[in-house]
């Protein structure tokens, strides 16, 4: 096929790569070891390459030939890289343990910056034309997080906005929203961006002990969006996990019969709205886009109705007849929410406060909380990406993978939230990665532009490729065929060549 003449630039992805090391194994596909891959675009032509990444993690697991360093489905035992992972931690005191620098599932920008990040603590510089591993920052050298999500937010001005929990103070766990500058002081330039990092605000967690699991948060214009959801972390389980033999994954635990919190902060005011919001029990990982309307503030997810989906992906299930018995239990659910934050105080108890048109729901309790249910825009979408100019505001579409009820992607998805409309692009026996929308230079509308995924076979013997369609039609464009093993990845972003040029120069 023919790429746009426009398309110029590097498709950075990442992913778990290694599960075996000497003759250790492990327990999750989450838990691989970070393979980067990038696709630099050129005069219509593809260029692919791929490297482990460097991380400390990688050396001493290599250097030991064993795993020795845990992940969160693999417990390591006993551990001579001692300075990575802190060995006894006291019952008393709750102490989080050293987590690794595996850095697995995204990749962020910081100013002129790329960092391979995954959950915990540590990020890893990146270089993104060798893919070379620069410096370990630890964000809790900055901000007391131990946590902290993969998938932050990017104002207009480029600074980065991300969450993470801060399990330090005994009883007082938080969740904190940080800030990191795009730009420093000429006069700082030789010192890290990262001493310039800004706290937002923090929300007391409802459980002290248990804080809830997030993969992602959401933004509009004004407003900070944080779910915290009834799947949660135990500290106490976590503390002890090590000395009683099992992963830190156990110490995860969904509760149905609780209720799912939702805090809005005011990005001008740095405060939580007063009003209690609330929903029923779900697990999501996946914010797609929020907006504001008419004193509403609207945001779509993707959720499920129980924690299966983490089960999915240990790799005694991922066999070979994994796709026929590999069943999840709940299908992953676009929802829609609309929260009136300006309503009339004095409306009746029972009454539903959504002024739009939609299907959700918001009915005032007794107690002046406000129940919230959701409007289903549809099924069976995960990985969501958006046209992110359109990041925070009212907008259209939706590029995703496709899933059914096995957790691997069988087709990427276009769809319509308006008219509901959906486009699909799919063939026998491919396995899709998440869709990259890349806008085209002189975009009038929100779909001009490409969408970029990489497709692995089914049938090792078949050769993957990086397929690259157009984000109007759904139709292909093109595709480059990559002559060597590619892994099934997590997520990545593209970077344009204006921005790896200043990023070089």
Known sequence: GQL??????????????????GDSKYNHWFDGLALLHSFT????????????????????????????????????YPD???????????????????????????????????????????IRKINPQTLETLEKVDYNKYVAVNVA????????????????TSIVDKGKTKYVLFKIPSSVPEQE???????????????????LLQPSYYHSFGLTENYIIFIEQPFRLDILKMATAYIRGVNWASCLAFNKDDKTWFHFIDRKTKKEVSTKFYTDAMVFFHHINAYEE??????????????????????????????????????????RFVVPLQYDKDAEVGSNLVRLASTATAVKEKDGSIYCQPEILCEGIELPRINYDYNGKKYKYVFATKVQWSPVPTKITKFNTQTKEMLHWGQDHCWPSEPVFVPSPDAKEEDDGVVLTCVVKSDPKEAPFLLVLDAK??????????NVEMHMDLHGMFIPEQVVKTETA
């Open 4 to 21: 746009p003449t426009w398309l110029q630039g590097i498709l950075l992805r990442n992913g778990p790569g290694m599960h075996t090391i």
């Open 41 to 76: 675009f050129k005069n219509g032509e593809v260029y692919y390459r791929s490297k482990y990444l460097r991380s400390d993690t990688y050396n001493c697991n290599i250097e030991a030939n064993r795993i020795v360093v845990s992940e969160f489905g693999t417990m390591a």
């Open 80 to 122: 001579p890289c001692k300075n990575i992972f802190a060995k006894a931690f006291s019952y008393l005191s709750h102490t989080i343990p050293e987590f690794t620098d595996n850095c697995l599932i995204n990749i962020m920008k910081a100013g002129d910056d790329f960092y391979a990040t995954s959950e915990t603590n540590f």
């Open 149 to 164: 999500t993969s998938h932050p937010h990017y104002d207009s001005a480029g600074n980065v906005l991300n969450m993470g």
């Open 189 to 207: 330039k030789k010192k890290s961006r990262f001493k310039h990092l800004e706290v937002v605000c923090s929300i007391p967690s409802h459980s």
């Open 294 to 335: 008419d004193g509403h503030i609207i945001f779509d997810l993707i959720a499920y109705t129980d924690n299966s989906l983490y089960d999915m992906f240990y790799l005694k299930n991922l066999g070979k007849d994994f796709e026929e018995n590999t069943k999840l239990t709940s299908i992953p659910t676009c929802k």
């Open 473 to 482: 039609t759904f139709t292909e464009l093109g595709r480059a065929t990559v």
